[in-house]
């Protein structure tokens, strides 16, 4: 499985980013995909994380502010972020969950300015 993110930047305090992270290889049509991210000297945490059936988990952080989506026909996972703030910032890096393994994105950086 090789995952693919794109969509990073930089943003203005309370502006909006979208991040796309497409999937390919061996996927399953049961999984669970999301979006991570990793600040320095921080450990990389949840952001949102979405079944196939389109269930959804959000970090505290994220309620309110994040929308996770997915194509299941296209394997990608979106997060629209919202009302951005620079805490956000952070590498922000895509998951693919099946079975027991997980298979990570290159990871994407999110810079939000104030």
């Known amino acids: 499985v090789q995952l693919q993110a794109s969509g990073g930047g930089v943003v203005q305090a309370g502006g909006s980013l979208r991040l796309s992270c497409a999937a390919s290889?061996?996927?399953?049509?049961?999984?669970?995909m999301g979006w991570y991210r990793q600040a320095p000297g921080n450990q990389r945490t949840l952001v949102a994380m979405?079944?196939?059936?389109?269930?959804?988990v959000y970090a505290d952080s994220a309620k309110g502010r994040f929308a996770i989506s997915r194509d299941n026909a296209k394997n990608t996972v979106y997060l629209q972020m919202n009302v951005v703030k620079p805490e956000d910032t952070a590498v922000y890096y895509c998951?693919?969950?099946?079975?027991?393994?997980?298979?990570w994105g290159q990871g994407t950086l999110v810079t939000v300015s104030s």
């Open positions: 979405i079944t196939s059936s389109g269930g959804t």
């Open positions: 290889g061996s996927i399953f049509s049961i999984n669970v």
């Open positions: 998951n693919v969950r099946q079975l027991t393994k997980d298979y």
